[in-house]
């Protein structure tokens, strides 16, 4: 690779994940195609993330286009500057997976090294068979796919890399970028012993069921540790019915939440906040370490997360 390549980073293609990228990226980068630096790269920003929640009110039936996919696609893409937002076409997963436009790449500068952000469909597994040096993704997959389970829990971001072994993946996180909803402990009041703390602690003296998604089984168990869920049963909401109100049914659930106002509809109090789900920015070592300008350019985007930031 020369000083003049681009160093390329995997990033989501839609949704609040992309949304926390851009605003990082806004913070820190410039554009070399205008004069203005880094308002032009927050401007450009606004209109990446203005442009995909049209495109996904449209894909939902909320409002209605005035021209074609393909017309939009042409109109929002210039190809004549490198440094210009591009997307793509993509098969939605809603009923009649209709198509898309989501985010395919940005080119900008950061602390003086050219960097393209790459939208992948999962740039943290594209960082784990080594197609990236650096990207973002969510914290959870992370959980999912590479923390350890021990017989204790994992309680922030700076103990994940602790727990990940380094002869199962070269991906650590760096930082994460604090667009956080918490995975929260909620249950019915009543079994509670009185002067309880809905906690860790909690958990570990219950027995019974405990309420979750079912992608989340081996998450919640490396948060939770294997030794505190001993005795504990998992059960899963229906599809066809909201995770509050089955969490309600089962007495006990983990959940997502930022404010808690629907597991209050269901008569459930808030407990502890067990991780948090952000987005977070990770580091393929082996890779980022034969890029030129890769730990400039790690750091420059983990500047503006110390409270997040993490020892790899």
């Known amino acids: 690779m020369t000083e003049t390549e681009a160093i390329r980073v995997a990033v989501p293609r839609k949704g609040r994940p992309l949304e926390a990228v851009l605003e990082r990226v806004a913070d820190v980068a410039a554009l070399r195609s205008t004069a203005g630096g880094a308002d032009d790269a927050e401007d ?3 209109e990446i993330i203005s442009t995909l929640r049209h495109e996904k009110a449209i894909t939902k039936g909320h409002t209605q286009p005035e021209a074609d996919i393909y017309h939009r696609l042409a109109t929002y893409s210039d190809l004549d500057d490198d440094y210009a937002p591009e997307y793509t ?3 939605d997963d809603r009923q009649g997976m209709p198509r898309r436009i989501v985010f395919d790449s940005l080119t900008v500068d950061i602390d003086g090294v050219p960097v393209q952000f790459v939208g992948r469909e999962e740039p943290f597994r594209a960082l784990r068979t080594h197609e990236f040096g650096l ?3 969510s914290a959870d997959l992370v959980l999912e796919e590479v923390v350890e389970l021990e017989s204790e829990g994992v309680e922030s971001l700076a103990d994940v890399n602790a727990r990940i072994d380094p002869k199962n993946t070269d991906v650590r996180v760096v ?3 604090g667009d956080t909803v918490y995975h929260t402990l909620m249950a019915r009041p009543e079994i509670l012993p009185p002067g309880a703390d809905l906690d860790r602690e909690f958990v570990a003296d219950y027995e019974g069921e ?4 079912p992608r989340y089984e081996r998450l919640v168990e490396a948060v939770l540790g294997l030794r505190p869920l001993e ?3 998992f059960t899963y909401p229906d599809d ?3 995770e509050e109100a089955a969490v309600a049914d089962a007495g006990l659930g983990v959940y997502l939440t930022m404010t808690g106002s629907t597991a209050r509809e269901h008569g459930l109090i808030l407990g502890e906040h067990l991780f948090p789900s952000e987005t977070v920015l990770m580091e393929n070592v082996a890779e980022s370490a034969e890029l030129p300008g890769a730990e400039r350019v790690r750091d420059a985007l983990a500047a503006a997360a110390h409270e997040t930031e993490i020892a790899v």
């Open 44 to 46: 450009v920003a606004d």
């Open 89 to 91: 076409l993509l098969r």
């Open 135 to 137: 990207g973002f993704d």
């Open 175 to 177: 930082s994460g970028l």
């Open 210 to 213: 405990l309420c979750i998604s």
């Open 231 to 233: 005795g504990v049963s």
């Open 240 to 242: 066809d019915r909201e």
